[in-house]
């Protein structure tokens, strides 16, 4: 196990990252193995998506070979057609956050190029933090990132997530503790610690927001209820979500038919997505822009962050 989206067989992620020249921003392909049925579920009140009529819960999910998930607000949704076009035509639908002249220039953000590199880079292994949909991310005024995260059920049933933190609302306490924290595995994160040395003054928080991102299992069980619960998953990482300013956008993708209780299954959905949104925070790297500074999580809580990497 990998800890990762990519655990799900059949699974693969891949990422275009573009830092300077006036970019922050990028973006991240999931493809799907053939027969994946896949479903949006789409909350708050400013989404920015493409075909998501396409794959609307009430029709029980469609085939597609593939979801876009990437930065550049609307325009940004351009990328989803170069995926499509890279995967042989069909309907790759996506969701996009904002990031908008966060890298110094509002002009500079994903094209079709983007999706079609991104289905190109697609593998096994998932880069996280200022990566892909992720590298423009922002989490109140700390940086935000994309993270990813599995749970095995057993009987070879796989529950895994990806997803892009760029949320108004905090996903860690006061004390630096990623809200999500304790739903993680034994290890996985460690108990943030304050370093009183660090002075931070961040920049006011951005007018919008949006976390988007994917769920997958193997397990047969209905592709709006994974959804569903990814999203109740997202709740318990970012408080609060789901905002007039949001537009969080997650995919729920069927890929197989093992059996498992949907209970189950789908506990597994929520809590796996909330730790993809932990690891977004933990994996993302201060970046400094024409803009001014963004800086990171692990400024405020170093020694948090020096544990999750050895973790």
């Known amino acids: 196990m990998r800890n990762a989206i990519t655990d799900v067989p059949g699974v693969l992620v891949?990422?275009?990252?573009?830092?300077?020249?006036?970019?922050?921003?990028?973006?991240?392909?999931?493809?799907?193995?053939?027969?994946?049925?896949?479903?949006?579920d789409v909350r708050g009140g400013g989404p920015a998506t493409v075909d998501t009529a396409a794959v609307d819960a009430r029709y029980g999910g469609r085939e597609v070979p593939g979801v876009v998930l990437t930065g550049g607000s609307a325009f940004g949704l351009a990328a989803a057609r170069g995926a499509a076009a890279e995967l042989g035509g069909g309907v790759v639908p996506g969701a996009a956050l904002f990031d908008l002249g966060r890298g110094g220039d509002f002009g500079a953000r994903p094209d079709a190029s983007f999706g079609a590199l991104a289905v190109r880079a697609a593998s096994v292994d998932v880069p996280q933090g200022n990566v892909g949909a992720g590298t423009g991310a922002l989490n109140v005024a700390l940086k935000g990132g994309l993270g990813t995260a599995s749970a095995d059920l057993g009987?070879?049933?796989?529950?895994?997530?990806?997803?892009?933190l760029n949320a108004v609302g905090p996903s860690y306490a006061p004390d630096g503790l990623p809200l999500a924290a304790g739903l993680g595995l034994p290890g996985e994160f460690p108990s943030a610690i304050l370093d009183p040395a660090v002075e931070l003054t961040p920049p006011a928080p951005p007018p919008f927001n949006?976390?988007?991102?994917?769920?997958?299992?193997?397990?047969?069980?209905?592709?709006?209820?994974?959804?569903?619960?990814?999203q109740d998953g997202l709740a318990l990482a970012v408080s609060p979500a789901h905002g007039m300013a949001d537009g969080d956008t997650v995919f729920g993708a069927v890929t197989g038919t093992r059996q498992a209780p949907l209970d189950e299954v789908l506990r597994a959905a929520s809590r796996v997505f909330a730790r993809a949104l932990v690891h977004g925070l933990l994996a993302a790297e201060p970046v400094t822009t024409p803009r001014g500074r963004l800086a990171a999580h692990r400024e405020l809580f170093p020694r948090t962050h020096a544990a999750h990497r050895s973790a």
């Open 155 to 164: 009987g070879g049933v796989v529950v895994g997530a990806v997803a892009a």
């Open 210 to 230: 949006t976390v988007i991102g994917v769920v997958a299992t193997n397990a047969a069980v209905p592709p709006f209820a994974l959804a569903a619960a990814a």
């Open 14 to 40: 891949g990422h275009v990252t573009r830092i300077g020249g006036g970019f922050l921003t990028g973006t991240t392909a999931v493809l799907l193995p053939p027969g994946a049925l896949v479903v949006a």
